[in-house]
């Protein structure tokens, strides 16, 4: 068993925001790996996002994000279930991090329910054409295009985007974090991107 020393203690906490305690928690189930005791803590912020995803979300703020230049604006609405949260530090860090994303990656919808229909069923098209195109037996065509669908969500839905800021997390992985270190339910309602000559 490994040693869990103050140091790494601290550094973890750095690198996640989580509470001390769950950081130590997180470094001796993973035997003192920084890495496995990262992801620990992001099971263990899915597994809190997953418990509260029923509470009613009634508060919350509106953030906006204008690019130098003023050509590119972003307006995004994040609720939570207390004023108290949405007035912290934390959630209106989260909120600016998540209209920069929105600015920054352009988005078509939060998640695959927000993507219009005849925008799947072109894309869908589309890639059943290229799809034909390679030779590919008429059997497997649907099921490779599929497979692309599914990377056009994740770079197309903002839920399942890289994060701009830390690229070995997703959207998701940001929003489960800050739920599991807050401890109530949060959700990006909707948002518009305004960009000049669009």
Same mark, same amino acid.
């Given at each position: 068993?490994?040693?869990?020393?103050?140091?790494?203690?601290?550094?973890?906490?750095?690198?996640?925001?989580?509470?001390?305690?769950?950081?130590?928690?997180?470094?001796?189930?993973? @035997?003192?790996?920084?890495?496995?005791?990262?992801?620990?803590l992001r099971?263990?912020?899915?597994?809190?996002?997953?418990?509260?995803?029923?509470?009613?979300? +009634?508060?919350?703020?509106?953030?906006?994000? #204008?690019?130098?230049?003023?050509?590119?604006?972003?307006?995004?609405?994040?609720?939570?279930?207390? @004023? $108290?949260?949405?007035? +912290?530090?934390?959630?209106?860090? $989260? +909120?600016?991090?998540?209209?920069?994303?929105?600015a920054a +990656?352009?988005?078509?919808?939060?998640?695959?329910?927000?993507?219009?229909?005849?925008? #799947?069923?072109?894309?869908?098209?589309?890639?059943?054409?290229?799809?034909?195109?390679?030779?590919?037996?008429?059997?497997?065509?649907?099921?490779?295009?599929?497979?692309?669908?599914?990377? $056009?969500?994740?770079?197309?839905?903002?839920?399942?985007?890289?994060?701009?800021?830390?690229?070995?997390?997703?959207?998701? @992985?940001?929003?489960?974090?800050?739920?599991?270190?807050?401890?109530?339910?949060?959700?990006?309602?909707? $948002?518009?991107?305004?960009? #000049?000559?669009?």
């Amino acid at each position: 068993m490994a040693t869990i020393s103050a140091t790494m203690v601290k550094e973890l906490r750095e690198k996640t925001g989580v509470g001390m305690m769950d950081c130590k928690e997180a470094l001796t189930q993973s @035997d003192g790996d920084m890495q496995k005791a990262v992801e620990y803590l992001r099971k263990k912020g899915l597994a809190t996002a997953a418990k509260r995803a029923g509470r009613t979300l +009634s508060e919350g703020i509106i953030q906006t994000y #204008v690019h130098t230049g003023a050509k590119l604006g972003v307006m995004v609405e994040i609720n939570c279930e207390t @004023d $108290f949260v949405a007035k +912290s530090d934390d959630f209106s860090q $989260f +909120s600016k991090n998540i209209a920069m994303q929105i600015a920054a +990656s352009n988005p078509v919808s939060i998640n695959e329910d927000g993507v219009p229909k005849e925008l #799947v069923e072109k894309e869908m098209e589309i890639y059943r054409e290229q799809v034909r195109a390679m030779g590919k037996p008429e059997n497997m065509i649907d099921k490779i295009a599929q497979g692309k669908l599914t990377k $056009f969500y994740k770079e197309n839905c903002l839920m399942h985007q890289v994060y701009v800021k830390d690229p070995n997390i997703t959207i998701q @992985d940001l929003l489960n974090e800050l739920i599991a270190r807050i401890g109530e339910n949060i959700t990006i309602k909707r $948002f518009i991107r305004f960009q #000049v000559g669009e």
